[in-house]
């Protein structure tokens, strides 16, 4: 509790020096930051961006995660693929998420789609390496030991693949769930009418510069609440399950 | 019940194995002796179907497989009762199987173990552990690789005891390596010694 307010107290510091450095229309002060927070906060408009956002965002970690999930253990399994699509996988991980958006807004236009496929395939790289590696170094004799007692498939990813890579996993997990609401807003404000990258777009147009503000609060906040309630207690887990896999 | 014919085998560049033929019927006992690098466990391995020769046909009768590997791999995450639910998924129908597991637990002295994950159990028990999935499963083929290291005397006629009692119920097949002769005498296992050759490995019965 200390750190939070030490930390809100530094950044209203350097805020309202900026303010007051620049004018109140060019960094409007927090105080009037957060009256017109409050107002938006109010209408059922801001709830439905932040809604959006949020199922982009999650919507496209689900079917990464499915992705991931599907061909990083097919990968694992099989060193020859591992090699083969090595430098694929690198050259995917190398292109940046605003190639993307641009590709994505000729190709589908404007709307969800194009938020939804840029997190994917910004974020579908890295989690297919982290399975992939986390597969590969399983240890090759329990696939053996399954395969001479004949151990049926589904018992196979349940009791051997899926917890051989957990930890490996939540930390892939955490690093996309960090990543996927930022990616998310970028798209959205180049490529989207709705959503909080759209709005921080619109605010940005007519100078809006309290609800820009007001918006930059509401993005940190969610990015903040997706840290501290989901990252960090992932990566805990991932940690403990380093530890006592080891 | 299972035949290797002239089987071959190089691992990374080595040649381990060269035209090595060994047969067994169904109830034999064949304990494999020899010095250690000549591929003895490599041959366990082509029998058990986890290597495959490079040259030469490895053949094996209908039935389940029991193997306990010399350094038994088990599921790190998982306790000892839900490793052997694991190895036992395919042979016994999951109504019985608990029950079973435990039996086999008990008869290798580690009913106390069953909540524990092998990192919290000593070299003898994780061997004990895979012995007795081996031995649960109710193999047609049994194939161990020093079973009886790690293991006290006490173990050590325990488990000699318990194949030997399989052998005789169910005729199951053993092909086992070992360089303890002690434990055998209850066995009364063929004693194979495979000897390093010109021409690869003699086998002298």
């Given at each position: 509790m200390i750190a939070f307010g030490f930390s809100a107290a530094v950044l209203a510091t350097i805020w309202t020096l900026l303010t007051l450095l620049y004018g109140a229309h060019l960094v409007p002060s927090p105080l009037a930051t957060l009256g017109c927070l409050v107002g938006m906060v109010r209408e059922p408009a801001m709830w439905g961006h932040v809604a959006i956002t949020l199922f982009r965002g999650l919507f496209a970690v689900a079917l990464t995660l499915v992705m991931a999930l599907v061909t990083g253990l097919a990968a694992g399994l099989s060193h020859r693929t591992m090699s083969l699509i090595s430098p694929l996988v690198a050259a995917l991980q190398a292109t940046p998420p605003i190639l993307w958006v641009t590709l994505l807004m000729v190709w589908v236009g404007t709307g969800s789609a194009v938020p939804v496929l840029v997190v994917i395939a910004s974020l579908y790289p890295p989690l297919f390496l982290n399975v992939a590696q986390g597969t590969a170094a399983l240890d090759h004799r329990l696939f053996a030991m399954a395969r001479v007692y004949r151990v049926p498939p589904l018992r196979v990813l349940k009791d051997l693949l899926l917890p051989g890579i957990h930890s490996h996993l939540l930390g892939g997990l955490s690093h996309v769930l960090a990543s996927c609401w930022k990616v998310t807003a970028v798209a959205e404000f180049l490529?989207?009418?709705?959503g909080i990258g759209a709005r921080i777009y619109w605010a940005y147009r007519m100078l809006e510069m309290e609800q820009l503000f007001a918006w930059a609060v509401v993005l940190v906040s969610i990015g903040m609440c997706i840290e501290f309630g989901l990252i960090r207690p992932l990566r805990r887990a991932a940690e403990a399950g380093r530890a006592t896999s080891a | 019940m299972l035949e290797l014919r002239r089987v071959s085998k190089s691992i990374r560049g080595r040649p381990?194995?060269?035209?090595l033929t060994l047969r067994l019927a169904k109830g034999d006992m064949v304990c494999l002796t020899g010095?250690?690098?000549?591929g003895k466990t490599t041959l366990l391995e082509i029998a058990a179907g986890i290597r495959a020769p490079d040259i030469g046909t490895c053949v094996r009768g209908p039935g389940r497989i029991g193997c306990a590997l010399q350094d038994a791999p088990l599921?790190?995450?998982?306790t000892a009762l839900e490793n052997m639910d694991f190895m036992l998924a395919a042979a016994?129908?999951?109504?019985?199987r608990s029950e079973l597991a435990r039996t086999w637990l008990e008869n290798l002295g580690l009913a106390d173990a069953a909540a524990y994950k092998p990192h919290a159990m000593s070299g003898g028990m994780r061997r004990r552990l895979a012995i007795a999935a081996a031995l649960a499963v109710g193999p047609d083929l049994l194939l161990l690789d020093?079973?009886?290291?790690?293991?006290?005397d006490h173990w050590q006629r325990v488990v000699a005891q318990l194949v030997h009692r399989l052998n005789q119920s169910r005729g199951t097949t053993v092909l086992m390596v070992s360089h303890q002769f002690e434990p055998l005498r209850h066995l009364g296992a063929a004693m194979v010694a495979m000897d390093p050759s010109p021409d690869g490995v003699t086998l002298y019965t």
């Amino acid at each position: 509790m200390i750190a939070f307010g030490f930390s809100a107290a530094v950044l209203a510091t350097i805020w309202t020096l900026l303010t007051l450095l620049y004018g109140a229309h060019l960094v409007p002060s927090p105080l009037a930051t957060l009256g017109c927070l409050v107002g938006m906060v109010r209408e059922p408009a801001m709830w439905g961006h932040v809604a959006i956002t949020l199922f982009r965002g999650l919507f496209a970690v689900a079917l990464t995660l499915v992705m991931a999930l599907v061909t990083g253990l097919a990968a694992g399994l099989s060193h020859r693929t591992m090699s083969l699509i090595s430098p694929l996988v690198a050259a995917l991980q190398a292109t940046p998420p605003i190639l993307w958006v641009t590709l994505l807004m000729v190709w589908v236009g404007t709307g969800s789609a194009v938020p939804v496929l840029v997190v994917i395939a910004s974020l579908y790289p890295p989690l297919f390496l982290n399975v992939a590696q986390g597969t590969a170094a399983l240890d090759h004799r329990l696939f053996a030991m399954a395969r001479v007692y004949r151990v049926p498939p589904l018992r196979v990813l349940k009791d051997l693949l899926l917890p051989g890579i957990h930890s490996h996993l939540l930390g892939g997990l955490s690093h996309v769930l960090a990543s996927c609401w930022k990616v998310t807003a970028v798209a959205e404000f180049l490529a989207s009418g709705q959503g909080i990258g759209a709005r921080i777009y619109w605010a940005y147009r007519m100078l809006e510069m309290e609800q820009l503000f007001a918006w930059a609060v509401v993005l940190v906040s969610i990015g903040m609440c997706i840290e501290f309630g989901l990252i960090r207690p992932l990566r805990r887990a991932a940690e403990a399950g380093r530890a006592t896999s080891a | 019940m299972l035949e290797l014919r002239r089987v071959s085998k190089s691992i990374r560049g080595r040649p381990v194995l060269r035209d090595l033929t060994l047969r067994l019927a169904k109830g034999d006992m064949v304990c494999l002796t020899g010095p250690s690098g000549i591929g003895k466990t490599t041959l366990l391995e082509i029998a058990a179907g986890i290597r495959a020769p490079d040259i030469g046909t490895c053949v094996r009768g209908p039935g389940r497989i029991g193997c306990a590997l010399q350094d038994a791999p088990l599921l790190p995450w998982r306790t000892a009762l839900e490793n052997m639910d694991f190895m036992l998924a395919a042979a016994v129908p999951s109504a019985t199987r608990s029950e079973l597991a435990r039996t086999w637990l008990e008869n290798l002295g580690l009913a106390d173990a069953a909540a524990y994950k092998p990192h919290a159990m000593s070299g003898g028990m994780r061997r004990r552990l895979a012995i007795a999935a081996a031995l649960a499963v109710g193999p047609d083929l049994l194939l161990l690789d020093e079973p009886f290291s790690f293991l006290d005397d006490h173990w050590q006629r325990v488990v000699a005891q318990l194949v030997h009692r399989l052998n005789q119920s169910r005729g199951t097949t053993v092909l086992m390596v070992s360089h303890q002769f002690e434990p055998l005498r209850h066995l009364g296992a063929a004693m194979v010694a495979m000897d390093p050759s010109p021409d690869g490995v003699t086998l002298y019965t």
